[in-house]
């Protein structure tokens, strides 16, 4: 498979807020052009607004969250839903 370097950024024109534009670009192109670090299948949508995951693999049943920041990422990225994670 062939990896898509650019963004299709005409999947987020109905959104406003240039955070969900960018969650609904990078979500889909991750979806598209990457795989399970666990079992290397392909990875899946999870529907919007699920707590603590964005992708799963079907294959092993391995949950991921995308993660983006407007600046440049340094050693830490905070995330914002950890109670739940933890719950989870």
């Avoid at 440049?72 to 719950?87: H, N």
Wanted: include cysteine; aromatic fraction near 10%.
């Amino acid at each position: 498979m062939e990896t898509k370097l650019s963004l299709s950024q005409n999947i987020a024109i109905s959104y406003k807020s240039n955070s969900q534009k960018i969650r609904v670009i990078t979500e889909n192109w991750a979806k598209l052009n990457s795989y399970c670090p666990q079992c290397g299948s392909d990875l899946k949508s999870y529907p919007n607004n699920k707590p603590v995951a964005d992708l799963f693999c079907f294959a092993c049943h391995e949950d991921y969250e995308l993660k983006s920041k407007k600046n440049a990422l340094g050693s830490k990225i905070v995330d914002g839903a950890y109670r739940t994670m933890i719950e989870r």
